[in-house]
């Protein structure tokens, strides 16, 4: 029988970070797949620093990447530019991982040449359609137009069955970011003393990214942080900062210079995680940290209104904190002087997987031509 042709697709540093495993996994059973990457390459810098740790090359890089692009350009980049690709390739399957409008638009432009995707990542909603936006409605989109769906959790597959999906092929696997994230830390450790931190302080670290979040909430974000660091004189801050202008500008305007407070370009993966570990509390609105950080047993206070990830909140790993002021300043004031309440968030239980998540996926994929 000839080999299974999978075609990965993904474009943004998440994306890279949670497919990475399972490109790795495809290679290692190079007898049964051919294993074919596509990047649209929507993130340039913090996509190529995922590709070079891991070391993929990509058989096709769209390039699509502009300055402070919109989803109107992304969109129809991908959609055309995935066509040609689609047509030389004829893979059996297309992979795509979770929200990002590369996903929705690499899927669909798979949907119309008739070509079966897999979602990784499957079965995530707030069921808010703004909330995170545009990433609610790229997930209802993905989901109805993908024959494999790899949900993480007992959560996600429920809401799949609660959207009238076809659930034929959808399998609960744990997200592959565990895969990466324990990957990185047991062969990756990285040395972070480049980032000039206090030893003598605790670390709060913090990201902060989300489109919703533009204008005012990003404000409240910036002078949260600087209150935080007034009433506690034993922390630092340090804030890895996303190079989107929309949060960039309003970011350094802010917050550069200020006593206890380090911002910093985008950290490569294995710092960044060598980081999650060293810090005492984690601030954040991005959807990875929000499953990595409580394998590392440090609690997150989520920026946001919203969450697709209702089992971290349940399993008391994550705090929804929203985006006023003076709440992400009361949260994270609390957690910092109240060690029960620590305590309670840093042990608890990771509802996100156990590292297997890549494996599970690839075995299922080894029967898609019977
Ligand atoms: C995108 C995804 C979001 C995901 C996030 C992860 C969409 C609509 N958004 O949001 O779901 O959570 O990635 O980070 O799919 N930029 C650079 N270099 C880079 C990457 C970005 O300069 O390597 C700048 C560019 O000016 C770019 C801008 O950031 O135009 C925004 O990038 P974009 O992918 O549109 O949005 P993100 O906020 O990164
Ligand atoms: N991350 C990183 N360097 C950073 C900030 C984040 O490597 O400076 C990693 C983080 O560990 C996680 C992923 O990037 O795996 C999350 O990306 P992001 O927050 O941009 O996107 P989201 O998960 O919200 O879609």
New binding site residues.
């Given amino acids: 029988m000839s080999k299974i042709r999978v075609l990965t697709v993904f474009g943004?540093?998440?994306e890279a970070?949670?497919m990475a495993p399972l490109i790795k996994e495809l290679e290692k059973n190079s007898d049964i797949f051919e294993s074919i990457v596509c990047v649209t390459a929507q993130h340039r810098e913090?996509l190529d620093s995922?590709l070079n740790l891991f070391e993929i090359k990509p058989n096709y890089d769209l390039n699509i990447m502009k300055a402070n692009q919109n989803l109107w350009s992304i969109t129809s980049d991908v959609l055309l530019k995935m066509k040609e690709v689609y047509e030389e390739v004829q893979p059996d399957i297309v992979l795509v991982h979770?929200d990002?409008t590369t996903s929705m638009a690499a899927g669909l432009s798979a949907f119309y040449a008739k070509i079966p995707v897999g979602h990784v990542e499957a079965g995530l909603r707030t069921f808010d359609k703004y909330n995170p936006f545009p990433e609610e409605i790229n997930r209802v989109v993905v989901d109805s137009l993908c024959e494999y769906h790899f949900a993480p959790t007992d959560t996600s597959i429920q809401n799949l069955k609660d959207a009238q999906i076809n659930m034929k092929h959808a399998y609960k696997t744990g997200n592959t970011?565990i895969d990466?994230?324990f990957y990185i830390v047991n062969n990756k450790e990285a040395d972070i003393s480049y980032l000039g931190l206090d030893k003598t302080k605790r670390t709060v670290l913090v990201?902060a990214?989300?489109r919703e979040n533009f204008g005012e909430p990003i404000k409240n974000i910036c002078h949260s942080i600087i209150k935080l660091v007034e009433e506690n004189k034993d922390i630092q801050v340090i804030y890895?900062v996303?190079p989107n202008p929309n949060i960039k500008n309003t970011v350094y305007k802010l917050l550069d210079k200020k006593e206890r407070i380090i911002l910093t370009e985008?950290?490569?993966?294995a710092p960044?995680?060598t980081l999650?570990k060293k810090s005492y509390l984690i601030m954040?609105?991005?959807?990875?940290?929000q499953e990595?950080a409580p394998s590392l047993g440090k609690p997150v206070l989520v920026l946001r209104k919203t969450t697709e990830r209702p089992e971290a909140v349940e399993y008391g790993t994550v705090k929804l904190v929203g985006t006023e002021m003076e709440n992400i300043f009361n949260e994270a004031d609390n957690l910092l002087n109240n060690e029960i309440e620590y305590k309670k968030m840093s042990e608890a239980i990771n509802p996100y997987g156990d590292g297997t998540a890549s494996a599970q996926i690839i075995s299922i994929l080894k029967n898609i031509k019977c």
Avoid: C, N, Q
């Avoid at 985008?266 to 993966?269: A, H, I, M, N, V």
């Avoid at 954040?284 to 940290?289: A, M, P, Q, R």
């Fill in positions: 943004t540093r998440p970070i949670k913090m995922v979770g990002t970011v990466a994230l990201t990214h989300r890895p996303h985008p950290l490569d993966y960044f995680s999650m954040t609105d991005s959807g990875g940290v990595e």
